[in-house]
């Protein structure tokens, strides 16, 4: 069965920093698709960035990019140039190709920006 | 276009009573999913749909819980005879591309239900 693990419940950064959330994923499928959002303290989910199991490039979406390794079973995101509305939770989470259509979301990190 | 919206943002209802959620999903979206999010926790699955049919059941905490969706677009999830435990926020997401692995959702707004 598929899992994500999110290992880290809280993170600080300084602003402007950069700052790196760890996921990793346990999973059969060889086609499969990563994803991770962000969740203000308001409570929307947003969208931030994708990678594919099969792109060969790390995926990146402005400040956002993902060091993918596949081998590891790994795609942490990293934020560069932390900004305060940065400060969130941020949810990793596994899509499988076929069978359930049911994404896997991760606990989750807490990341907190400090001025 | 507009989002995925749904109704009530609030509900707070006492403990036996029935409550109905509501959800609409971006016009053209086949897929639709109903998550539960307890307080500090992450996101509980509990169904999903492509168009008005539901392959996945799975995540329906008890048969109190069920859903339906309509016409390829609103989605009603109801909790009969609510208990604290049901106290959450209940978020939708609509998809589309769902034969294909890059297919992200999209989350509306959430219902933050309180039962007391």
């Known amino acids: 069965a598929q899992k994500i693990t999110q290992t880290q419940p809280g993170m600080f950064v300084q602003e402007k920093e950069a700052v790196t959330l760890d996921c990793t994923y346990d999973?059969?499928?060889?086609?499969?698709?990563l994803f991770w959002y962000k969740q203000p303290s308001s409570g929307e989910m947003i969208f931030l960035i994708y990678?594919?199991?099969?792109?060969?490039q790390n995926a990146t979406e402005g400040r956002y990019s993902l060091n993918f390794q596949k081998a590891r079973k790994s795609a942490n995101l990293v934020i560069s140039a932390s900004q305060l509305g940065d400060s969130a939770m941020y949810f990793c989470?596994?899509?499988?190709?076929?069978?359930?259509?049911?994404?896997?979301f991760g606990t989750g990190t807490r990341l907190k920006v400090l001025a | 276009g507009a989002g995925v919206s749904q109704s009530p943002s609030n509900k707070v209802t006492e403990k036996g009573k029935d409550v109905e959620l509501r959800c609409d999903p971006i016009?053209?979206?086949?897929?639709l999913y109903w998550y539960r999010q307890r307080l500090g926790q992450g996101l509980e699955f509990l169904i999903y749909f492509q168009g008005n049919s539901a392959p996945d059941k799975s995540g329906l905490p008890s048969d109190r819980f069920s859903a339906e969706r309509t016409g390829e677009s609103v989605s009603t999830l109801t909790i009969q005879r609510t208990q604290q435990e049901d106290s959450a926020v209940y978020l939708c997401?609509?998809?589309?591309?769902?034969?294909?692995?890059?297919?992200?959702?999209?989350f509306g707004p959430g219902t933050r239900l309180t039962v007391l």
């Open positions: 016009s053209g979206h086949t897929a």
């Open positions: 997401a609509s998809s589309t591309r769902t034969s294909e692995v890059h297919n992200e959702q999209f």
């Open positions: 990678q594919g199991s099969y792109d060969e």
């Open positions: 999973t059969s499928d060889q086609s499969y698709g």
């Open positions: 989470a596994i899509f499988p190709p076929s069978g359930t259509y049911k994404y896997i």
